[in-house]
């Protein structure tokens, strides 16, 4: 079974930094694009960052400039580092991966359980 095992979130004051990580399981052994995406109590599910496997990265709109999206190959993790928070970033934060290896084949479509995030004003 793979999973994606987010952490990192919690509560800050505006203005103020978090750094979320998405750990994929040990079955892993490569991950093609990943991505955050973040879902807002009463809203749909929005897409926040995403990388490639080579690092291009790309960001919403509302994040540019404040949030980074990195990752580390060798440990199949991806993490999105979110400075100067704003009340409105409060969310459930999920980690996806388009398409992961393993050594009984690939698996697409991979979703993170999800972490918190809440920022007061």
């Known amino acids: 079974q793979v999973q994606l095992v987010e952490s990192g979130g919690g509560l800050v004051q505006a203005g103020g930094s978090l750094r979320l990580s998405c750990a994929a399981s040990a079955s892993v052994l490569s991950v093609d694009d990943m991505a955050w995406y973040r879902q807002a109590q009463g809203k749909q599910r929005e897409l926040v960052a995403t990388i490639t496997y080579s690092g291009s990265a790309n960001y919403a709109d509302s994040v540019k400039g404040r949030f980074t999206i990195s990752r580390d190959n060798a440990k199949t993790t991806v993490y999105l580092q979110m400075n100067s928070l704003k009340p409105e970033d409060t969310a459930v934060y999920y980690c996806?991966?388009?398409?992961?290896?393993?050594?009984?084949?690939?698996?697409?479509?991979?979703w993170g359980q999800g972490t918190q995030v809440t920022v007061s004003s």
């Open positions: 996806n991966a388009d398409r992961v290896a393993t050594p009984w084949g690939p698996q697409y479509n991979i």
